[in-house]
């Protein structure tokens, strides 16, 4: 095979005819994120999600955001610098994109600060849990935060003066910081001395104050006990001002795979870097002085567009530490454990009920112990050969790297394909491949100019003098922790027209050969692309024919222009389409002549939605079901290795069809209709009672289901 793979790219495969494109409308694709990410800020003032359910929410906005400006208005910074002002399939160019974005998180942050003073703190107080400011401190209350400061604070920070003789520190990636002004008592002049305390990562972001005394628990930002502590650090001189800030960095990865000898080192080297990355953003307190605000921004180069000035504490996603701090039950969901399920609930091997039948695991309410299970009993059987694995992101007790490592240390092949550029898991993954080929596992750090984003585990097993492969296949990543909140789908099976296909993609990534002709899988940069081209435009020509047709995706982000393209004449045939996605979606759903056919949701609930479906009529015939890792954009098409594959069982297709996704389009409480102009409204009231909402639904399928003698995983 060559080095790179070649796909068909996406100008040269239009499934309609050029001169039609033009009248086509997208959603802005930023914006559209930004969209999202105000829907789950409304979860954070939703009346009746528990009070720290909400604040956890709060916090989750804001690692949404961090990510967005490391990354995509990094990416936009550097289009406008280079001078490119090339538009975007919506017509719009990086530097108008960057206007509206701005305008769009000014608003955002207003609302998320406005209900976190005003909503979630007076709730969270009626609770006798509170955050307080140093105005509000008690005198008992300041000597204990003095005390702590002395103690905790003090002996970690180290005072960065800025003059001539003290250049500008080297600030990193989202580090908290305190910006100080000073001036020294002793001269008649006012020297507006500038000097920065980092604050160590390794301090709690958030104390509570006196946590042995009986009452309510209060809470007290870190940044500000360094504030009111800041005067120690500086004898002799005045503190006139001290506002806490944090700078966001460019944290893409720049890597030529093919002029790079070793890329795990090139890999370590460049996450060196990130955390000096060119400044995108800068958060800061509102209070802060605009002449230190302007020396500020000239020491870290940046422009005042990406200045964000914050009325409250900086980064609320640390607000996620107070919610494991609470012991509050009656304050958050109540406990679910996923539950074990039949055929795996049985004491009996697991390739013995695996070669019975076909088995579909829907997580969090099935638990992820059978996928463990599955590399466990590899790693122990002597009947089995080999184990391949991919491997995106894991957990940091991964019991599936410790099978993995079990199974060489017994002597079989064990093959892990470990993806190094797996964004912001990249240093986990370095170690994780460090540490298995240490264990005698061989180690490929996926394939060059392309990110492997594929979930398979194929296991090889002599029985009967032949050998039989065993595969588990999933939408999610082989991660115990993320499976207990995302929603994902794993599939088990033996049948060859899979694993024989699973065995091939392995080879491919492994080592040389010709492109490998998959017929039941759907492979990206192989066919992923053009089956999915060829599925939406089967489901047109049928119903141009008058014959059975509609098509149903549910997917975390519908960027691609063509396959928006090629849905839009879907629609405009009379294919019914229903879509469910969860992010990004460009495509404009209600549109008359166009996509009057085609309806767009979003859920947003307790898990992260990020199960992929894929639901064809096929005329009537046997629906095509297909599941995978691939979401329906450019990168997923032709810059990873993805892999959908087909539902072949008949009670499983209608497992993913008449439980979940009908659940999915039932959903009242957590779904939310795409409009035309943008906006995202809830669906109508069905007036069968009270709002249904698909995840609890499941969770009480799978409390109904749980044997009574199980143990919870």
């Given at each position: 095979?060559?080095?790179?793979?070649?796909?068909?790219?996406?100008?040269?495969?239009?499934?309609?005819?050029?001169?039609?494109?033009?009248?086509?409308?997208?959603?802005?694709?930023?914006?559209?994120?930004?969209?999202?990410?105000?829907?789950?800020?409304?979860?954070?003032?939703?009346?009746?999600?528990?009070?720290?359910?909400?604040?956890?929410?709060?916090?989750?906005?804001?690692?949404?955001?961090?990510?967005?400006?490391?990354?995509?208005?990094?990416?936009?910074?550097?289009?406008?610098?280079?001078?490119?002002?090339?538009?975007?399939?919506?017509?719009?160019?990086?530097?108008?994109?960057?206007?509206?974005?701005?305008?769009?998180?000014?608003?955002?942050?207003?609302?998320?600060?406005?209900?976190?003073q005003?909503?979630?703190?007076?709730?969270?107080?009626?609770?006798?849990?509170?955050?307080?400011?140093?105005?509000?401190?008690?005198?008992?209350?300041?000597?204990?935060?003095?005390?702590?400061?002395?103690?905790?604070?003090?002996?970690?920070?180290?005072?960065?003066?800025?003059?001539?003789?003290?250049?500008?520190?080297?600030i990193?990636?989202?580090?908290?910081?305190?910006?100080?002004?000073?001036?020294?008592?002793?001269?008649?002049?006012?020297?507006?001395?500038?000097?920065?305390?980092?604050?160590?990562?390794?301090?709690?972001?958030?104390?509570?104050?006196?946590?042995?005394?009986?009452?309510?628990?209060?809470?007290?930002?870190?940044?500000?006990?360094?504030?009111?502590?800041?005067?120690?650090?500086?004898?002799?001189?005045?503190?006139?001002?001290?506002?806490?800030?944090?700078?966001?960095?460019?944290s893409?990865?720049?890597?030529?795979?093919?002029?790079?000898?070793?890329?795990?080192?090139?890999?370590?080297?460049?996450?060196?870097?990130?955390?000096?990355?060119?400044?995108?953003?800068?958060?800061?307190?509102?209070?802060?002085?605009?002449?230190?605000?302007?020396?500020?921004?000239?020491?870290?180069?940046?422009?005042?567009?990406?200045?964000?000035?914050?009325?409250?504490?900086?980064?609320?996603?640390?607000?996620?530490?107070?919610?494991g701090?609470i012991?509050r039950?009656?304050?958050?969901?109540?406990?679910?454990?996923?539950?074990?399920?039949?055929?795996?609930?049985?004491?009996?091997?697991?390739?013995?009920?695996?070669?019975?039948?076909?088995?579909?695991?829907?997580?969090?309410?099935?638990?992820?112990?059978?996928?463990?299970?599955?590399?466990?009993?590899?790693a122990?059987?002597?009947?089995?050969?080999?184990?391949?694995?991919?491997?995106?992101?894991?957990?940091?007790?991964?019991?599936?790297?410790?099978?993995?490592?079990?199974?060489?240390?017994?002597?079989?092949?064990v093959?892990?394909?470990?993806?190094?550029?797996?964004r912001f898991?990249?240093?986990?993954?370095?170690?994780?491949?460090?540490?298995?080929?240490?264990a005698?596992?061989?180690v490929?750090?996926?394939?060059?100019?392309?990110?492997i984003?594929?979930?398979?585990?194929?296991?090889?097993?002599?029985?009967?003098?032949?050998?039989?492969?065993?595969?588990?296949?999933?939408?999610?990543?082989?991660?115990?922790?993320?499976?207990?909140?995302?929603?994902?789908?794993?599939?088990?099976?033996?049948?060859?027209?899979?694993?024989?296909?699973?065995?091939?993609?392995?080879?491919?990534?492994?080592?040389?050969g010709?492109?490998?002709?998959?017929?039941?899988?759907?492979?990206?940069?192989?066919?992923?692309?053009?089956?999915?081209?060829?599925?939406?435009?089967?489901?047109?020509?049928?119903?141009?024919?008058?014959?059975?047709?509609?098509?149903?995706?549910?997917?975390?982000?519908?960027?691609?222009?063509?396959?928006?393209?090629?849905?839009?004449?879907?629609?405009?045939?009379?294919?019914?389409?229903?879509?469910?996605?969860?992010?990004?979606?460009?495509?404009?759903?209600?549109?008359?002549?166009?996509?009057?056919?085609?309806?767009?949701?979003?859920?947003?609930?307790?898990?992260?939605?990020?199960?992929?479906?894929?639901?064809?009529?096929?005329?009537?015939?046997?629906?095509?079901?297909?599941?995978?890792?691939?979401?329906?954009?450019?990168?997923?098409?032709?810059?990873?290795?993805?892999?959908?594959?087909?539902?072949?069982?008949?009670?499983?297709?209608?497992?993913?069809?008449?439980?979940?996704?009908?659940?999915?389009?039932?959903?009242?409480?957590?779904?939310?209709?795409?409009?035309?102009?943008?906006?995202?409204?809830p669906?109508?009231?069905?007036?069968?009672?009270?709002?249904?909402?698909?995840?609890?639904?499941?969770?009480?399928?799978?409390?109904?289901?749980?044997?009574?003698?199980?143990?919870?995983?």
């Open positions: 095979m060559p080095r790179r793979a070649t796909a068909e790219k996406p100008e040269t495969a239009r499934g309609i005819p050029r001169d039609r494109e033009e009248k086509y409308p997208y959603f802005n694709r930023e914006l559209s994120w930004l969209s999202f990410n105000r829907r789950v800020l409304e979860q954070a003032y939703s009346p009746d999600k528990p009070l720290l359910e909400r604040l956890r929410f709060l916090s989750i906005v804001s690692s949404n955001l961090d990510e967005f400006f490391e990354i995509r208005v990094a990416g936009l910074i550097q289009q406008v610098e280079s001078g490119n002002e090339t538009p975007g399939m919506d017509g719009i160019g990086p530097r108008e994109k960057l206007r509206r974005i701005h305008n769009v998180v000014v608003s955002l942050i207003e609302e998320q600060y406005h209900g976190w005003n909503d979630i703190i007076p709730r969270l107080r009626e609770k006798n849990i509170d955050f307080i400011t140093p105005e509000q401190l008690t005198k008992s209350e300041r000597k204990w935060v003095d005390n702590y400061f002395k103690e905790q604070v003090y002996p970690v920070l180290t005072p960065l003066a800025i003059d001539p003789a003290h250049p500008f520190p080297q990193g990636n989202k580090t908290l910081n305190i910006l100080v002004s000073l001036d020294n008592p002793a001269t008649r002049e006012i020297e507006s001395l500038i000097a920065i305390l980092p604050v160590p990562r390794i301090l709690p972001r958030v104390v509570w104050i006196d946590p042995e005394k009986a009452g309510a628990q209060r809470y007290i930002f870190l940044s500000d006990i360094v504030k009111l502590g800041a005067g120690e650090l500086f004898p002799g001189y005045e503190i006139h001002s001290a506002q806490a800030f944090r700078i966001t960095r460019n893409d990865l720049y890597i030529d795979e093919e002029e790079t000898d070793n890329l795990l080192e090139k890999i370590e080297e460049e996450l060196h870097k990130r955390k000096k990355g060119a400044a995108v953003r800068l958060e800061i307190e509102a209070g802060v002085e605009e002449h230190l605000l302007q020396r500020l921004l000239r020491y870290i180069h940046l422009p005042r567009d990406y200045v964000f000035r914050i009325d409250g504490p900086i980064n609320l996603m640390r607000l996620v530490s107070v919610y701090m012991n039950p009656d304050l958050k969901y109540k406990t679910f454990n996923p539950v074990v399920r039949p055929p795996f609930n049985e004491d009996r091997p697991v390739f013995r009920t695996i070669a019975e039948k076909d088995v579909l695991l829907h997580h969090p309410f099935d638990s992820f112990s059978p996928v463990i299970r599955f590399v466990e009993e590899a122990r059987d002597p009947k089995v050969f080999a184990i391949k694995q991919t491997l995106y992101r894991t957990s940091g007790d991964s019991p599936i790297i410790r099978a993995l490592m079990e199974a060489s240390r017994n002597g079989k092949q093959t892990a394909l470990v993806e190094l550029k797996a898991d990249e240093a986990n993954n370095i170690q994780w491949a460090k540490q298995l080929e240490e005698g596992v061989h490929v750090y996926g394939m060059v100019g392309y990110k984003h594929c979930k398979c585990c194929l296991v090889v097993r002599r029985e009967e003098g032949i050998l039989r492969r065993y595969v588990h296949l999933a939408t999610g990543n082989y991660n115990p922790q993320t499976a207990r909140v995302y929603t994902d789908l794993g599939y088990f099976t033996a049948r060859e027209s899979i694993t024989g296909e699973v065995a091939a993609l392995f080879n491919s990534l492994t080592g040389y010709r492109l490998p002709e998959f017929r039941s899988l759907q492979v990206a940069p192989y066919n992923l692309y053009e089956a999915t081209r060829k599925l939406i435009l089967r489901e047109t020509g049928n119903a141009r024919e008058g014959k059975p047709a509609r098509i149903i995706a549910k997917i975390n982000n519908l960027v691609d222009r063509t396959t928006i393209e090629n849905l839009y004449e879907a629609s405009r045939a009379g294919v019914r389409i229903d879509l469910i996605v969860r992010g990004n979606c460009c495509l404009v759903p209600g549109v008359k002549g166009v996509s009057e056919n085609i309806t767009v949701r979003s859920i947003i609930g307790r898990f992260l939605e990020h199960s992929r479906i894929l639901y064809f009529e096929n005329a009537g015939n046997q629906p095509l079901v297909y599941l995978g890792s691939s979401d329906w954009m450019p990168r997923n098409f032709f810059r990873r290795v993805e892999a959908n594959f087909p539902i072949e069982d008949e009670a499983l297709r209608k497992v993913i069809c008449e439980q979940i996704l009908s659940a999915y389009f039932r959903d009242t409480k957590d779904g939310r209709i795409l409009q035309p102009n943008g906006a995202y409204a669906p109508p009231d069905s007036g069968d009672g009270a709002p249904f909402s698909a995840q609890e639904h499941f969770i009480q399928e799978a409390e109904r289901s749980r044997p009574a003698t199980a143990a919870p995983f």
